[in-house]
């Protein structure tokens, strides 16, 4: 027997409304990851190493989300004991690799190319997945590779007058690996570990890791309180800085939750894809920069090759929030690594 309409319209309503801001809140996320290459060049410009950066950020962040982690855990401290293998991981290849070798492209690229060589990690998955198995991806995922491979050689614009940094190519890349090592470390499904606390533990693994590197002077290490350009004005060191710790990461991280409990992983994955707009968006509106009109099309196929990929539920390829695809995607919710 159907239901009265009094009872399904308020409830669809409810669940459009829920969706809505849902998408509005991954769309904040996005924004809000894409300023950290911004907010991190200002400060190497100035005389910060990356190494420096990427400690005091995932420091910092990991300070203010302390507390609420803590509330989050319940006092269930065997859930970190059962999960250290996971957080240390996640803090090692998804926190502190992805982080340290993005700034180390940003620092020698645009912002926007920097974070498309990385946005290449799904594509770099396939082809492991297909030379590990022998079996052979869906239309879909062949065709989206194809066309990210296309574009990252038009924005490496290597006929061009503009010389692409080729040890930047190379931070960018390694970046892509980073990513997709942890996309399949924590491919396995995980309900005993609460995100917030999986975020908070990788921040803190990977902060005092960046500080033991610099300490035993293994990274080059450095910062600087000279004031800093940024959106064409002069202003104090920690302006950026402050932004990145509570704009880019904890705020990011936050409102990323939020949004893939609201929209299901997969489809919070295809918003964050938007995170390479806002990123050169950001570098326009705030460092002055832009990437070519070449390099801006080949942005373009890498991003509509990775929709494609994501298309293809055919293959193994894990969701882009860190979990694998489920049969019911909106009952899975991961927190996966972002700049």
């Not at 950066?53 to 065997?78: E, F, N, Q, S, T």
């Not at 917030?196 to 290490?221: I, K, N």
């Not at 004031?227 to 950026?240: E, F, K, M, S």
């Not at 929209?263 to 806002?278: D, K």
Request: with cysteine.
């Amino acid at each position: 027997m159907a239901k009265p309409i009094s009872a399904t319209v308020p409830g669809a309503a409810r669940i459009r409304s829920a969706g809505a801001s849902g998408l509005l809140i991954a769309l904040l996320s996005s924004s809000v990851f894409g300023l950290s290459g911004s907010f991190a060049k200002s400060l190497m410009e100035a005389g910060w190493t990356p190494a420096t950066a990427v400690a005091v950020r995932m420091g910092g962040a990991a300070a203010v989300l302390l507390i609420p982690a803590l509330i989050a855990l319940h006092g269930r401290w065997y859930q970190v004991r059962q999960n250290w293998k996971t957080i240390g991981l996640f803090g090692l290849a998804g926190v502190a690799g992805c982080q340290f070798f993005y700034f180390n492209a940003v620092e020698r690229l645009s912002v926007g190319v920097a974070l498309l060589l990385e946005f290449l990690a799904p594509v770099l998955m396939v082809l492991w997945i297909w030379a590990r198995t022998r079996r052979r991806p869906g239309a879909a995922t062949i065709a989206g590779a194809a066309a990210a491979v296309a574009g990252l050689v038009l924005v490496l614009d290597l006929g061009g007058d503009l010389r692409v940094d080729p040890l930047g190519i190379l931070w960018g890349l390694a970046a892509a690996v980073c990513l997709a090592m942890y996309f399949f470390i924590t491919a396995k499904q995980n309900d005993t570990l609460p995100p917030l606390v999986l975020t908070t533990g990788g921040l803190l693994v990977g902060a005092v890791t960046m500080f033991l590197l610099g300490l035993t002077g293994l990274l080059p290490t450095g910062f600087s309180t000279s004031d800093v350009v940024l959106a064409g004005w002069v202003t104090r060191w920690w302006v950026p800085l402050i932004g990145l710790v509570l704009l880019s990461t904890v705020l990011a991280y936050v409102t990323g939750i939020i949004a893939a409990r609201a929209l299901g992983p997969r489809v919070a994955s295809f918003v964050s894809l938007t995170e390479v707009l806002f990123a050169v968006l950001w570098a326009w509106l705030l460092l002055s920069e832009l990437p070519g009109p070449v390099q801006l099309a080949g942005g373009a196929l890498i991003v509509a090759g990775l929709v494609l990929v994501r298309l293809d539920r055919k293959t193994d390829l894990p969701d882009v929030s860190g979990e694998a695809v489920p049969a019911n995607p909106a009952d899975q919710i991961s927190a996966g690594p972002r700049n």
